[in-house]
C-alpha cells in the first residue's frame, strides 16, 4: 500500500476527496489544500491520468517528525535514492509550510537537496546535478511544525495545465481545475448524461466550454500531457501500467464522443473569442463546441438547444463608478436568461456576492470558491418563474421629481431627522479642513449611520451651484429589503433642505427597485461638463453621462504625493483615466509627461483637462495605448526612462480592446515589475489600487527595492470611515 498526497485549490478538497475515491483510493484526509490517500501504484497513476482537480500528485517518501533543523538532512539522505533517480540524473527540489525554525523556502530546499547529494555521495563519487526547467525527478518538501513531509511528483507540472492553452498567450480569470470543480458543484456531469446543452453566455477564452466537453465526452484530462508527466521519468516508471491507462482512456473517450451533448459559447470581445478558437481546436473540439460573437444584450439562441446548464463568469467591480457598471451586466445578464432559458439550471460565479441580487433569480443554493486569492461565490438557479424576483435596483434617472414627492412624507421622520443631523455634524467637522487645505470636491457621508448605507460626495463647481453625488451600499441579507428602501428615501429626502441644493443637482447612480414592465433606463448623454478646483488643479467634471465623475476623490492625497516626487521631474502615468495625477504634477512644476491609456472617451476627456489648465502638449503628452501590451514592449527596449511613474491599474478589466483578462492581484507582480524597468536609476514608482483584499507580494520586490507603504499618508480625513478604500506605495532602489 503506497501514500499519497494530493493538492488542490482552495476551497475544493471536499470534492478532491470524492474524486480520488472514484479512484480507488481509500483512507482519504482532507486538509486545507489537498488531501492524503492511499492505495496501489495505479491509484496514484490514474490520479495523475484523471484529475481534474488537483494541481500534484505526490507519492510520499517520507513522513515522520524531527527534533530540529539539523535532523533534517540525515533524514532525507536515509532514504535509498537510487532506486527512484540514476547518480547522473537531474532533480528539483520545492519546499512549502513552517516549522523546524526553518521560514524560507529556499533554506527548506536546500536542505533536503544536501540530504540528497550526501547520498549519492555515500555510494559514489558521482551525485546528480540540479535542473530548474526538465528534471527527471521532482521532489517537494512540507513541513508543519516539526513534522517532514517528503514526496516524489508524479505529475511533473500542474495537473491544471491540460495543454489546450498551449500557444494562446493569455492567463484565463480562471484555472482549468477551478472551472472544472465549479461544473461539478453546478451538477453538470448528470445534466450531460441526461443529453442537456451546455452554454456559456461570456465564454471569453472557452475555459468553461473546453472542460464541459472533456467531461462530458470522459476524456481524461492528462491525455495530451501523457509523455509529460514527471512518473514518465521517475526510476520507477512502469510503463506498462501506464499504457494500460491511457488505452483504457482512449476506448472511454471513443465512447463518449458518441453521446456528447450540444456545447455552446459567445461573448462580446471578437479578441477572446478568437483565442477560444485556438483552445477548442487543440483540445479536439472545434466541430462539437459552437461560439459566437454576441453580447447578452443581443442574445439569442442558435442551433439545437435541448434544456440544460449555464455556467458563467461574469466580470466584477471594485471602485463604485467601476461595480456600478458591472451591475448593470448582471441586470442584462439575468434578464438573457430569464426570458430564453426557461428550464434550465443556471450557475454564475462571482467575487461580489452582492451582484447576484441583480440578476433577478433566487439563488436555490451557494458555494464559496476561490479564484486564487479571491474569494468568490458559486450562486445555483432554477430557471423558472417561481424563482424569478425584480433585480434589487436599476438606475434611476427621475430622481428630482421623487425628491418631491418623497420630501413632505418622509423627510421629518425620526430617521430621516438623525441623518440630516448626522450630515449636518459632518459638514461642520469638515469645515476648517477644507478652508485650510483648499478642498474642492470632497465626501460629506459615508454610510456614517449603518442603517443608511449611502456615499455623498460634495462638488462646488468654479461655474457656480453645488451639486451632489449619491451612491448606495448595498443592504446585508439580514436587512429586509423594504425597509432598506424605507431608508434610502428617507435620506434622500432630506438632502435639498441640508445642502440647500435644488433636487435637479442631486445626481443618484444608484440602483433602485423597478416594477412591472418597466424598462432599466440607460444614462443620460447631456455632455454637460462643469470644473472643480483641486489645489492649483482645475478638473473637468461630469454629474450625468457616466457613472464616475472623472476624479476619484480617494485619491486626492496620493495625486498630491505624486506631484510633490514629480517636481522637475520626468512622469509617467500608467491607467491615466482623466489624467488627474498628471494634470496635478504638472501644476507642481513637472518638466514632462506622457499619460497612456486605452479609452479614446477619457483620453478626450483628459485632453481638456490639460486644456483648461493651459498645459503644454509638446511637453505633456496623452497617447491611446493598450498599457499592458505598452509595458511589454517598453520593458524589453525602452524607448525613455522617466524619474516619477504613477500606476494606478484597474482591480479587473476584460476590455474589448485587450486580450484576454487584467486582475490585479494576479497579475501585479507583473505590471510593477515590467514598470520599474522604465525607472530612471534615482527614480521612484507610486503604485496604488481600490481592491479592497489585495495584498502585495513584497517578497517578489524586496531583493532589488525599498517599498513605503503610504496608505496612511494618502488617505483623506472625508474617508476615514473607509480606510481600505485605496492602498499605495512608494517604490525606490536599495543603495
Known amino acids: 500500500m503506497c501514500r499519497f498526497f494530493a493538492t488542490c485549490p482552495k476551497g475544493m478538497s471536499e470534492l478532491l476527496k470524492e474524486e480520488l475515491e472514484s479512484f480507488g483510493a481509500e483512507s482519504v484526509k482532507v486538509q486545507p489544500s489537498g488531501a492524503t490517500f492511499e492505495g496501489d501504484m495505479e491509484v496514484g497513476y490514474r490520479a495523475v491520468l484523471w484529475s481534474r482537480l488537483a494541481n500534484r500528485i505526490y507519492y510520499t517518501l517520507l513522513e515522520t517528525e524531527l527534533d530540529n533543523q539539523e535532523a533534517l538532512t540525515p533524514a532525507v539522505s536515509a532514504i535509498e535514492w537510487s532506486e527512484h533517480l540514476d547518480a547522473e540524473g537531474t532533480f528539483l527540489v520545492s519546499f512549502s509550510g513552517q516549522g523546524l525554525n526553518i521560514t524560507h523556502t529556499h533554506f527548506g530546499a536546500l536542505k533536503i537537496k544536501d540530504g540528497i547529494v550526501d547520498y549519492f555521495r555515500g555510494i559514489g563519487d558521482v551525485r546528480p546535478s540540479v535542473d530548474t526547467d526538465y528534471p527527471d525527478v521532482r521532489i517537494h518538501g512540507h513541513v508543519n511544525r516539526n513534522r517532514i513531509t517528503l514526496g516524489l511528483d508524479l505529475s511533473g507540472h500542474s495537473l491544471h495545465q491540460r495543454g489546450y492553452r498551449e500557444g494562446t498567450q493569455v492567463t484565463a480569470p480562471l484555472k482549468e481545475n477551478t472551472a472544472a470543480a465549479i461544473l461539478m458543484r453546478a451538477g453538470w456531469p448528470e445534466i450531460a448524461k441526461q443529453g442537456g446543452c451546455f452554454y456559456d453566455p461570456m465564454c471569453g477564452s472557452a475555459t468553461f466550454l473546453v472542460e464541459a466537453a472533456m467531461m462530458a465526452s470522459?476524456?481524461?484530462p492528462g491525455m495530451m500531457k501523457a509523455d509529460e508527466k514527471g512518473l514518465v521519468t521517475w526510476k520507477q516508471y512502469d510503463a506498462v501500467l501506464w499504457q494500460k491507462l491511457l488505452d483504457e482512456a482512449a476506448v472511454r473517450e471513443s465512447i463518449g464522443l458518441k453521446t456528447l451533448p450540444h456545447i455552446y459559447g459567445s461573448d462580446i470581445s471578437h479578441k477572446s473569442l478568437e483565442i477560444a478558437r485556438i483552445s477548442i481546436q487543440q483540445a479536439g473540439y472545434d466541430d462539437i463546441i459552437e461560439i459566437k460573437q454576441m453580447s447578452v444584450v443581443q442574445g439569442r439562441k442558435w442551433g439545437e438547444w435541448t434544456p440544460g446548464l449555464i455556467v458563467t463568469n461574469p466580470p466584477y467591480g471594485e471602485r463604485l463608478g467601476e461595480l456600478e457598471e458591472v451591475k448593470q451586466t448582471y441586470l442584462q445578464l439575468g434578464d438573457f436568461i430569464k426570458a430564453e432559458f426557461a428550464g434550465w439550471q443556471a450557475a454564475v460565479l462571482t467575487c461580489n456576492s452582492e451582484l447576484g441580487m441583480y440578476l433577478g433569480i433566487k439563488a436555490k443554493r451557494s458555494h464559496d470558491f476561490f479564484n486564487g486569492a479571491m474569494e468568490c461565490k458559486l450562486f445555483r438557479f432554477d430557471v423558472e418563474e417561481s424563482w424569478f424576483r425584480q433585480p434589487a435596483i436599476a438606475?434611476?434617472?427621475?430622481?428630482?421629481?421623487?425628491?418631491?414627492?418623497?420630501?413632505?412624507?418622509?423627510?421629518?421622520?425620526?430617521?430621516?431627522?438623525?441623518?440630516?443631523?448626522?450630515?449636518?455634524?459632518?459638514?461642520?467637522?469638515?469645515?476648517?479642513?477644507v478652508k485650510q487645505n483648499e478642498i474642492g470636491a470632497y465626501r460629506v457621508y459615508d454610510a456614517d449611520l449603518p442603517e443608511y448605507a449611502l456615499a455623498i460626495d460634495y462638488y462646488p463647481t468654479l461655474e457656480g451651484g453645488d451639486w451632489l453625488m449619491v451612491a448606495e451600499y448595498a443592504p446585508p441579507k439580514t436587512v429586509n429589503p423594504t425597509k432598506a428602501r424605507r431608508r434610502l428615501y428617507e435620506a434622500l429626502a432630506v438632502l435639498p433642505s441640508v445642502f440647500d441644493i435644488p433636487s435637479d443637482r442631486i445626481v443618484f447612480k444608484v440602483r433602485s427597485q423597478q416594477k412591472g414592465s418597466e424598462q432599466y433606463e440607460k444614462l443620460e448623454n447631456q455632455k454637460q461638463y462643469f470644473t472643480i478646483q483641486e489645489g492649483l488643479a482645475k478638473i473637468r467634471v461630469n454629474f450625468t453621462d457616466y457613472l464616475d465623475t472623472g476624479i476619484f476623490l480617494d485619491h486626492r492625497e496620493v495625486r498630491a504625493y505624486s506631484a510633490k516626487l514629480a517636481q522637475g521631474k520626468s512622469f509617467l502615468n500608467l491607467f491615466c483615466y482623466t489624467a488627474t495625477a498628471t494634470i496635478q504634477a504638472a501644476m507642481a512644476g513637472a518638466k514632462s509627461s506622457l499619460s497612456l491609456d486605452m479609452s479614446k472617451t477619457y483620453l478626450y476627456w483628459a485632453q481638456h483637462n490639460f486644456w483648461t489648465n493651459n498645459m503644454d502638449d509638446k511637453k505633456h503628452r496623452l497617447q491611446q495605448q493598450n498599457v499592458i501590451e505598452w509595458l511589454a514592449k517598453e520593458s524589453e527596449n525602452p524607448t525613455e526612462k522617466f524619474d516619477v511613474i504613477f500606476l494606478d491599474p484597474p482591480s479587473f478589466s476584460s476590455s474589448k480592446r485587450m486580450d484576454g483578462t487584467l486582475d490585479i492581484q494576479r497579475d501585479h507582480v507583473w505590471i510593477v515589475q515590467q514598470a520599474l524597468s522604465l525607472l530612471t536609476p534615482d527614480g521612484k514608482l507610486m503604485f496604488s489600487n481600490n481592491l479592497r483584499k489585495f495584498k502585495l507580494d513584497e517578497a517578489a520586490f524586496e531583493a532589488d527595492w525599498q517599498i513605503e507603504n503610504i496608505t496612511q499618508k494618502t488617505m483623506p480625513k472625508d474617508f476615514a470611515r473607509n480606510a481600505k478604500i485605496h492602498q499605495a506605495w512608494v517604490f525606490s532602489r536599495k543603495v
Open 218 to 220: 470522459d476524456c481524461a
Open 395 to 433: 438606475l434611476n434617472q427621475d430622481l428630482p421629481e421623487k425628491l418631491q414627492q418623497l420630501q413632505p412624507e418622509l423627510a421629518t421622520t425620526e430617521g430621516a431627522v438623525m441623518v440630516a443631523n448626522r450630515i449636518k455634524k459632518n459638514l461642520k467637522g469638515l469645515k476648517t479642513w
